[in-house]
């Protein structure tokens, strides 16, 4: 009989310590939890959902190869380039890829960064 009361004894202490090592989490906690979770980085650019990062983005307006080396006379051939690209597209009648707001912020995106790299160190 003693060794049933025993038994019972340790198995509600083993409960007791079961549920006291379980931690409590408030409703206010799981809520701050639930918002503060996260979540992919979105890169939008003129109200459109970019797939890439904005650097490649960019890079691909101007049809430029990140990594290079590039100088300001670069980059405004480029940014001269993709605008008659452009305006011979919407002559003909073409769709573009690209309008020249995105041309715009691209080479805008891309000199900054140019100035970025060159004061770096």
């Given at each position: 009989?003693?060794y049933?009361?025993?038994?019972?004894?340790?198995?509600?202490?083993?409960?007791?310590?079961?549920?006291?090592?379980?931690p409590?989490?408030?409703?206010?906690?799981?809520?701050?939890?639930s918002?503060?979770e996260?979540?992919?980085?979105?890169?939008?650019?003129?109200?459109?959902e970019?797939k890439?990062?904005?650097?490649?983005?960019y890079?691909?307006?101007l049809?430029?190869?990140?990594?290079?080396?590039?100088?300001?006379?670069m980059?405004?051939?480029?940014?001269i380039?993709?605008h008659?690209?452009?305006?011979?597209?919407v002559?003909v009648?073409?769709?573009?890829?690209?309008?020249?707001?995105?041309?715009?912020?691209?080479?805008?995106?891309i000199?900054?960064y140019?100035?970025?790299i060159?004061?770096?160190?």
């Amino acid at each position: 009989m003693t060794y049933i009361i025993f038994l019972f004894v340790c198995f509600i202490l083993k409960f007791l310590v079961e549920d006291y090592k379980e931690p409590v989490v408030s409703e206010v906690d799981q809520i701050i939890n639930s918002i503060t979770e996260k979540k992919p980085v979105k890169y939008i650019s003129n109200g459109v959902e970019l797939k890439t990062t904005l650097k490649r983005h960019y890079f691909d307006i101007l049809d430029m190869e990140n990594g290079k080396i590039y100088d300001r006379e670069m980059i405004a051939e480029q940014v001269i380039k993709q605008h008659s690209f452009y305006n011979e597209d919407v002559k003909v009648g073409y769709k573009t890829k690209f309008n020249t707001k995105d041309i715009n912020l691209a080479e805008n995106y891309i000199l900054n960064y140019y100035d970025y790299i060159v004061n770096l160190n």
